[in-house]
C-alpha cells in the first residue's frame, strides 16, 4: 500500500513539473514567433495547465477506467470550487470582476448542463466529444474577442478568464531548449499520469473502493493540489491573486476540453448507467456548489471569509457522503 502510495505522489509530482515545462517551453516558443501574450494566455497557457486532467482522463479511458476520466474532471471542478475557493476566500476575501459573474459562470453553469445531458444514455461518444471540443474552440474565441475589447477600453487585458501572468512566466531564448522543454513536459506527464492512474487504481483495489470514488476524490484532488498550494501561499504573503475567473475558465476547459479530447480518441462508457452509477447526484453537485459563488458575490463582487467556510463545509459534506457510500 506503501508502495502506491509513493508511486501517486511521484506520479502526481510528474504531471506538476511536466505541465510546468510545457507552458514554459510552448509560451516561450510562442512568444518568439511574435504571438501575442493575449493569445498565449488564451490558447498555449490555458491548454498546459489543462493538461494534467487531460492526460490522466485519457489514460483512464484508454484503460477502460471510465469512471476515473469522468470522475476526475467532474471532482477536480468540485474541488476547485468547493476546496480551493472555499481555502482561498477563508483565508482572505477573494474580489471578482462583475464579468466573471454576468458572463463567465453564466457559461460554466451552460456548459455542465449540457454534460448533464449528454450523459443521460450513460455514454459520451465521439459525436459528443465533438461537440464539447468544438464548445472549447468557440469559448476560446470568445474570450478573445472580449478580452481583446477590454484591452482596448482598458488599455490592458487584467480581467480575462485566462489573466495567467503570461509576462511572470520564465522566457526560454534559444530554440532548441524551448524543444527540449516541450519534450521533457509531454513526457512528463503522459508518464506522471500513467503512473498516476495506475497507482490510483492498485489503491482502489487495496481499500475495496470504487473507480467513482477514486476520480472523484484520490485523482480529483490531487490535480488540485498545485492551485490550493498556491492560493494558500499567496493569502500568507497578503498577495491574493487567486481569480475566480481562472477557477470558472479551468472547470469550462476541463469539462469541454478534457472529456471532449478524451471521449473522441475512446468513447466513454459509464458503467451501471448515469443514474444507477450515482453519477446524477455528483453532476448535481458540480451544478449546485458552481453556482454558489454567483450567488454569494452577486452583490458585492466578493466571497467573504463566511462564504469560504460555506464552500468548505459543502465539500467536505460531499466528500463525507462519498465515503459512507463507498
Given amino acids: 500500500m506503501l508502495l502506491y502510495l509513493v508511486l501517486f505522489v511521484v506520479g502526481l509530482l510528474m504531471l506538476y513539473y511536466g505541465a510546468d515545462a510545457l507552458v514554459k517551453g510552448s509560451s516561450s516558443l510562442a512568444r518568439s514567433l511574435g504571438l501575442s501574450p493575449l493569445v498565449i494566455g488564451l490558447t498555449v497557457v490555458a491548454f498546459g495547465t489543462s493538461a494534467p486532467e487531460l492526460f ?13 476520466a469522468v470522475g ?3 471532482g477536480s471542478n468540485i474541488c476547485n470550487i468547493g476546496l480551493v475557493l472555499g481555502v482561498a476566500a477563508l483565508l482572505q476575501p477573494i474580489k471578482s470582476h462583475p464579468s466573471v459573474l454576468r458572463r463567465d459562470i453564466p457559461i460554466m453553469l451552460g456548459v455542465s448542463l449540457y454534460l448533464l445531458l449528454i450523459s443521460w444514455n450513460s455514454m459520451l461518444g465521439r459525436f459528443e466529444g465533438a461537440t464539447l471540443f468544438g ?5 476560446t474565441w470568445f474570450n478573445y474577442l472580449m478580452a481583446a475589447r477590454e484591452k482596448r477600453q482598458t488599455a490592458g ?3 480575462i478568464p485566462f489573466d495567467l501572468a503570461i509576462t511572470e512566466i520564465q522566457l526560454i531564448p534559444a530554440r532548441s531548449k524551448q524543444i527540449l522543454w516541450i519534450l521533457a513536459g509531454i513526457i512528463g506527464v503522459v508518464v506522471g499520469a500513467e503512473m498516476l492512474v495506475d497507482s490510483a487504481v492498485a489503491i482502489m483495489e487495496k481499500i475495496g473502493v470504487s473507480e467513482k470514488f477514486v476520480g472523484l476524490t484520490i485523482v480529483a484532488f490531487g490535480t488540485s493540489v498545485p492551485e490550493l498550494a498556491t492560493s494558500i501561499v499567496a493569502a500568507m504573503r497578503k498577495e491574493m491573486d487567486i481569480s475566480i475567473g481562472n477557477l470558472v475558465g479551468s472547470n469550462v476547459f476541463n469539462i469541454l476540453s478534457v472529456l471532449g479530447a478524451t471521449s473522441l480518441i475512446r468513447p466513454i ?5 448515469f443514474i444507477e452509477s450515482g453519477l446524477l447526484i455528483d453532476y448535481l453537485v458540480m451544478m449546485g456548489i458552481s453556482f454558489l459563488p454567483w450567488l454569494m458575490a452577486r452583490k458585492t463582487f466578493t466571497v467573504q471569509r463566511k462564504h469560504g467556510l460555506l464552500l468548505l463545509s459543502c465539500y467536505a459534506t460531499y466528500v463525507a457522503y462519498l465515503i459512507l457510500k463507498s
Wanted: proline content about 3%.
Fill in 157 to 159: 487585458a487584467q480581467n
Fill in 56 to 68: 490522466i482522463s485519457v489514460v483512464s479511458a484508454l484503460k477502460n477506467k471510465s469512471m476515473i
Fill in 269 to 273: 462508457q459509464i458503467p451501471g448507467g
Fill in 72 to 74: 476526475n474532471v467532474v
Fill in 135 to 139: 464548445g472549447i474552440i468557440v469559448y
